[in-house]
């Protein structure tokens, strides 16, 4: 039996695309009898990448970019369980943060981002996914209970001994650990905050758009589905140009060969050959800010740096202002709907985003490259500088990096002068 589900595994597509969830997915590690509305408000992605024993584990979150964070994360960590090393040498090399068999093939791991991840790859050594728990027998139903209340604003945790829902923005609000009180905390939740309330209207209404378009061909046709991530960025994009034009606002959202936009690309001028003073400022603001709270992963850091960005007085709006030729104080309605549409992405790797690679851009761009960053590489004079500069940019620090290790471990770099001077008195 386990011989035949493995042939399954085989067999089923690995493309490159957001699935929409459908009760009658047999891809789907959902109970849609407890969680009917699944089927409405999550997505649902496979990773190219099988882990140790040539297993799959899906993902799946509220919005496109939940998923494509997980699956790349699962990617990694299964890459690194296929290492043809013993498992318990593996997981002591993770520990000290050093997998010379990763540099040999060319992939670059900082050691505190290999030690933060022995607890996940010892887990797809026993065919668990990331973030499924352990010691739970029944993990798989409780891993997507855990998954859409984090989503909502809602954390299942002990209160006096006891598991209940709570709201996690004001803990008073907790309900029993039953379907019914599951349901009356992702309400109060949503009551309580009118960020949430937007960001739950915001992925209905993408929702709504990605399950008419993936309505309007046969789900079974394989060249179809090899296709519909393309065909769903493009359409997203054709909404919001047609959501702009209805607003008085005609313009190039990418840019062309004709007009490259380069204010946009806040995280490196060309003519000065230099970041700006203003986006290295907000880049180590963010790692300073993420580093406090326990992240490393470059995902936060880029969407930190997107909302350090924002606001009125941002860099965002200015580099908006900039390349589309707007006032700040004239233009500023145009301008506040702008905002609304765009934001800090990277072009290049997200995984390995640096300050270099930071651009403005329009948030389905931002989703999109997300699962497929050769966009950057294929899309045009422009879009390309942008991605070799960043590609430059990180061989040039991981260079200088070892060059500077070697250095270290050889005493060239001890301050010599001020011992020869206390020796000559």
Known sequence: EDEDEDEDEENEDAVDEFTYVRSDSSKVDVDFDTF????????YRRPAVPAYGNRRFGHFGSTPKEVVTNCL??????????????????????????????????????????????ADVRKAFEGLPFDADENDRDWKRNRFKRASCVAMGVTLMKVRGVPRYVVTSSPEYNYECTDEGH???LEKALELSPSLRKRYDEACAVQSLLSDLSDEGDDDDEEHTGSTSKEIFEAMME??????????IDISLVATDERLLLPLQIGFNIKTRATPAKTQKLWELAEAATVALGQVDQFELVEKVNELASGPDGLKREALAEAYKLDLVEDKDKLDILEKFFVVGTTYRRDMANVESLRVMPMPLAVYTEGYPKYWHESGKAHRVAFLVAQQCNKHRYALGNILEEAEAKGL?????????????
Request: hydrophobic letters at 35%; proline letters at 2%.
């Open 36 to 43: 009917s509305w699944a089927a409405e408000e999550f997505f």
């Open 73 to 118: 994360y699962q990617c990694q960590v299964s890459l690194v369980s296929q290492l043809n090393i013993p498992k318990d040498e593996l997981l002591m090399k993770l520990a000290e943060g050093k997998v010379k068999e990763l540099e040999d093939a060319g992939i670059n791991v900082s050691p505190e981002k290999l030690k933060s991840m022995v």
């Open 183 to 185: 349901k009356l905390a």
């Open 239 to 248: 909404k919001v140009d047609t959501t702009l034009h209805d607003s008085d």
């Open 413 to 425: 770099l001890e301050d010599t002068e001020s011992e020869s001077e206390s020796g000559g008195d």
